[in-house]
């Protein structure tokens, strides 16, 4: 993806020989043995300085007629990329609206993007909700955490477990009122700060790992949103390295998977099926004989409201703990719990952050399998006692999301966007 800065702009809108040169020199040297699949023109317009919004689609259009020129206009998709700013309102999600300010080059922008089958692109970031409103907003809801309280949308009865499903629908339904419902979404960025300034509570290495880490896992699953359930949704990870020279508070250089000098400040598991050893960047795929269960210490609510998400959004398969099923028995809600908290540890490579549930859930070496009721572990085939325990795709087979994938880059689903400014 090759952008065109909103310095260029102006250049780009006012003649057609300035796109010509620049497809000639920028681009066409590199293509196609650099796989370029889309250029943005201009980033986030409306929150620039320079108010340059009014220029982005005579340059969009001028860049489409370069590439038509060069045959390349149905290989390289043209789009611009966006805050949430751009929306005037954007709760609940069913009022997400666009600032009527920038109507005069929203819709005939809309309407290229519809007319050369675009994406609507958009910068997501729930860490600034949490950081701007931690008293409206809470840690664990920005962070995909199980524990967050479910937020119900007023006007449609969806239920929201996280701020980034209602940000992306924010953005549908005010597409929606504008009579573009059919536009795609793509999350152009997205992430979390690793460090801060001393204000910035939130930025820290655990939890950009925990939102990293949940994001790859919601979105590789195709989960959707509560409003468009099982679509997917095309994200990259901002930012590939932080930006140790970029000026501003201290979280707006520390935003990387690595430092300036390559090392890693923390490890990422792409598949969004387990986790990374942090040491060796190795796929862990064994537990080394633990198991995850029920705290002793977690009230029945606690155990409840677990239980509800590891079943429900945690894609975990609780058929084994029907009645008549062997992990039915004992029927008490610690047992069912246990067996769920588990089978969602293990398919998530027996990651600690897995057998957290807000602190439900412990970490134990002693196998909890009894009678015909056996717990997964790690590296284990599914026994034919209980082999619904997980879900199918957490077998041998490739996951369905795969298909999105390239052999070089996570182009589709997944991808992490560097920053150039």
């Excluded at 108010?51 to 043209?78: D, F, Q, W, Y």
């Excluded at 290229?112 to 950081?131: G, I, R, S």
Aim: hydrophobic share 40%.
């Amino acid at each position: 993806m090759v952008g065109v800065p909103n310095s260029d702009l102006l250049a780009f809108a006012q003649y057609q020989s300035n796109v010509d040169t620049w497809l000639k020199n920028s681009i066409l040297p590199y293509y196609p043995a650099t796989m370029i699949t889309y250029i943005t023109v201009g980033a986030e317009v409306t929150e620039s300085p320079v108010n340059a919004s009014a220029l982005v689609v005579p340059a969009m259009r001028n860049v489409h007629t370069a590439l038509k020129k060069a045959g390349l206009h149905k290989k390289i998709t043209i789009s611009s990329t966006h805050s949430l700013g751009i929306l005037s309102r954007s709760f609940p999600p069913s009022a997400g609206a666009f600032n009527s300010s920038y109507a005069y080059f929203l819709k005939p922008m809309l309407e290229f993007l519809v007319e050369n089958q675009a994406p609507f692109m958009v910068d997501l970031y729930p860490y600034y909700a949490y950081q701007n409103s931690p008293s409206n907003v809470s840690l664990n809801y920005a962070l995909f955490s199980p524990q967050s309280q479910d937020v119900i949308d007023p006007n449609t009865g969806l239920v929201y477990t996280n701020m980034f499903d209602a940000q992306v629908d924010s953005i549908f339904f005010a597409l929606m009122a504008l009579n573009f419902k059919t536009l795609k979404i793509m999350v152009t960025e997205s992430g979390w700060p690793n460090k801060g300034a001393a204000k910035e509570t939130g930025a820290t290495p655990d939890n950009a790992q925990t939102y990293n880490t949940n994001l790859i896992r919601h979105v590789v699953n195709d989960s959707g949103t509560p409003a468009k359930p099982g679509e997917e949704i095309d994200v990259y990870i901002f930012s590939l390295f932080n930006e140790n020279r970029k000026p501003g508070i201290e979280s707006e250089r520390n935003w990387g998977l690595f430092f300036p000098d390559k090392s890693s400040i923390y490890s990422l598991d792409w598949t969004g099926r387990g986790n990374v050893d942090v040491m060796t960047g190795a796929n862990i795929t064994n537990a080394n004989g633990t198991w995850c269960i029920a705290s002793a210490n977690a009230s029945e609510t606690d155990l409840q409201n677990a239980l509800n998400w590891a079943c429900g959004p945690g894609n975990v398969d609780c058929s084994a703990i029907q009645p008549s099923q062997p992990c039915y028995q004992p029927d008490t809600l610690a047992s069912h719990a246990s067996y769920a908290f588990n089978s969602y540890y293990q398919q998530n490579g027996a990651n600690v952050v897995a057998c957290d549930f807000g602190g439900a859930g412990v970490r134990t070496t002693k196998d909890p399998s009894y009678d015909t009721c056996v717990y997964l572990a790690a590296g284990s085939k599914m026994s034919t006692t209980n082999s619904t325990s997980l879900p199918a795709r957490s077998g041998s087979s490739p996951h369905p999301s795969a298909k999105c994938f390239t052999p070089l880059l996570f182009v589709l689903s997944f991808a992490i966007a560097a920053a150039m400014l």
